[in-house]
């Protein structure tokens, strides 16, 4: 059976005064049917804009490359026309953005806009979607589902409004799930029953999830698949346990060397020196070079992707004797 999802070479352009820039350049993975994959990377990435360009919500002026693959259930997205989209997103795609409350419309009830996105897809009654966006709001573990789908996003908590987030998204049974920072300016617990319920809903329903987070923490015991990216690039891929219990790029390292242990023998943590360089900024060859503790000479010509074996794989200088090069 083929994957669900299929993305190759998946880059995003943005005019800019001294030419073109990619924040998202060639990116590339696959995720299948009833499974969750996690990209995860410190913020400006290109995470997000990775989730807007699969299902063609870049903002313009930006565009996708010519080079750029997506295939979606057999359908190309890049080839779709505006119809195919509409009915793409929602209704085959739901995604679950950032900040719920600038996503959800301070001037119309919960309920009325978990209801429109079921009216758009299907051919029902105002009655019988406001009673499905009551039972969405259930299934999402709100309690007196009655009274909040009448409420106004101002009027609930920031874990009910994200939960509302993931009942428009859910309102059409789509086949994949995008929540992109799910648990965002969230606490701790209501962060662990957010994702609990992303994990019991896909299990239910049986369709996949693309888990896009900055934290490693969120995705362990959650994620089948663990794709880390780094300026504008996946560095490193693999099954979630062996990425976990052999990380092998510096940055995926770096980014498990800066977690707060739990366990084991505990130290100082040793933070990322610098910051993710704007698109426009990056250093030619390997982008990690100007923070990689491990940087070498060679690290200025752009670095092989290595097979390490299991599915597990990695773009970088350090994996050339320990692995197969192939084409990236």
């Not at 994959?37 to 989730?51: D, F, I, Q, R």
């Not at 994990?199 to 015991?221: C, N, Q, T, Y």
Request: charged content about 25%.
């Amino acid at each position: 059976m083929s994957p669900l999802l299929e993305v190759e070479q998946l880059t995003v352009t943005f005019p800019a005064a001294g030419g073109m820039l990619r924040p998202v350049d060639g990116v590339s993975f696959t995720l299948e049917r009833g499974k969750t994959l996690a990209l995860v990377g410190e913020s400006g990435c290109g995470k997000s804009l990775t989730s807007l360009a699969l299902i063609r919500l870049v903002p313009p002026p930006g565009v996708l490359g010519q080079e750029t693959r997506v295939t979606f259930d057999g359908q190309s997205v890049p080839g779709m026309g505006q119809e195919e989209l509409r009915q793409l997103r929602g209704r085959r795609i739901g995604i679950v953005f950032q900040d719920p409350m600038t996503s959800l419309n301070p001037v119309f009830t919960c309920g009325d806009q978990i209801a429109e996105g079921i009216r758009a897809h299907a051919m029902i009654s105002k009655a019988d979607a406001w009673k499905k966006a009551v039972a969405l709001l259930t299934e999402v573990g709100i309690s007196d589902p009655e009274a909040r789908a009448k409420a106004y996003p101002h009027q609930l908590s920031g874990g009910m409004r994200q939960r509302v987030m993931i009942a428009i998204a859910l309102a059409s049974e789509p086949d994949l799930l995008i929540a992109d920072e799910p648990t965002t300016a969230l606490d701790v617990t209501v962060q662990a029953q957010i994702l609990e319920l992303l994990d019991e809903l896909r299990k239910k329903r049986g369709m996949a999830l693309l888990l896009i987070s900055h934290d490693l923490g969120v995705v362990a015991g959650r994620a089948d698949r663990v794709a880390v990216m780094y300026a504008g690039r996946i560095v490193e891929e693999g099954a979630t346990a062996d990425v976990f219990r052999n990380p092998s790029h510096p940055y995926t390292k770096g980014l498990f060397n800066s977690i707060p242990k739990l366990t084991g023998e505990r130290g100082r943590l040793t933070p990322i020196k610098g910051s993710v360089p704007a698109p426009g900024q990056w250093p030619t060859g390997c982008r990690f070079r100007t923070r990689c503790p491990d940087v070498m000479a060679t690290c200025e010509k752009e670095p092989p992707v290595v097979e390490l074996g299991r599915g597990q794989r990695m773009a970088c200088w350090l994996g050339s004797g320990k692995g197969v090069n192939s084409e990236r």
